[in-house]
T-cell receptor, first 115, second 112 residues
Framework: EPEVTQTPSHQVTQMGQEVILRCVPI?????FYWYRQILGQKVEFLVS????????KSEIFDDQFSVERPDGSNFTLKIRSTKLEDSAMYFC?????????????FGPGTRLTVL | DQQVKQNSPSLSVQEGRISILNCDYT??????FLWYKKYPAEGPTFLIS?????DKNEDGRFTVFLNKSAKHLSLHIVPSQPGDSAVYFC???????????FGGGTRLMVKP
């Protein structure tokens, strides 16, 4: 069964450093998403991406964040200068369609720890 | 921001009985509702969804009910199995479907 994969599973970084979280969406999917879950809190939407453009982003997704699809398979989330409050589980998701009940398939997540 | 709310943080049910998980929402623009299950160290796994034009959708042991006037939905699991023990998230999207808004989750424990 196709699945979304994410690397690394755990990333530890120093405050102020740049991190890149990587995702390989399901191969025939066209819509890509990043979410995060701070420990003990809700899963929160960050950004959606389609056709090499951001479709929608939340207020969390400020200038410190960027997304890219550098090739035909990877989808990355970059945090330029990490803060302590960026520590969270980051989930990548993909879907084959948009609109309506587009079932989004989630990866296992990357745990980011900012020290 | 409490657009989607799951008021019960946990629920304990005996194996074979019915599990009922509840979810309330406030945003009238939501058109679609989804339930995800999450095990520790894994991402959310899609279970079942429902459109706002329906009031019920069934898939095997899982049934979702939607009461649009009350802005309330529920997930019924019958019969409950120990393997159903997980955190269940309710999520909602508008017709554009670019983002999911999640509830806080309910931890279901099914006792053998």
């Amino acid at each position: 069964e196709p699945e979304v994969t994410q690397t690394p599973s755990h990333q530890v970084t120093q405050m102020g450093q740049e991190v890149i979280l990587r995702c390989v969406p399901i191969s025939n999917h066209l819509y890509f998403y990043w979410y995060r879950q701070i420990l003990g809190q809700k899963v929160e939407f960050l950004v959606s991406f389609y056709n090499n453009e951001i479709s929608e982003k939340s207020e969390i997704f400020d200038d410190q964040f960027s997304v890219e699809r550098p090739d035909g398979s990877n989808f990355t989330l970059k945090i330029r200068s990490t803060k302590l409050e960026d520590s969270a589980m980051y989930f990548c998701a993909s879907s084959g369609t948009s609109g309506g009940a587009n079932e989004q398939f989630f990866g296992p997540g990357t745990r980011l720890t900012v020290l | 921001d409490q657009q989607v709310k799951q008021n019960s943080p946990s629920l304990s049910v005996q194996e074979g009985r019915i599990s009922i998980l509840n979810c309330d929402y406030t945003n009238s623009m939501f058109d679609y509702f989804l339930w995800y299950k999450k095990y520790p160290a894994e991402g959310p796994t899609f279970l079942i969804s429902i459109s706002s034009i329906k009031d019920k959708n069934e898939d095997g042991r899982f049934t979702v009910f939607l009461n649009k006037s009350a802005k309330h939905l529920s997930l019924h699991i019958v019969p409950s199995q120990p393997g159903d023990s997980a955190v269940y998230f309710c999520a909602a999207s508008d017709n554009a479907g670019n983002m999911l808004t999640f509830g806080g989750g309910t931890r279901l424990m099914v006792k053998p």
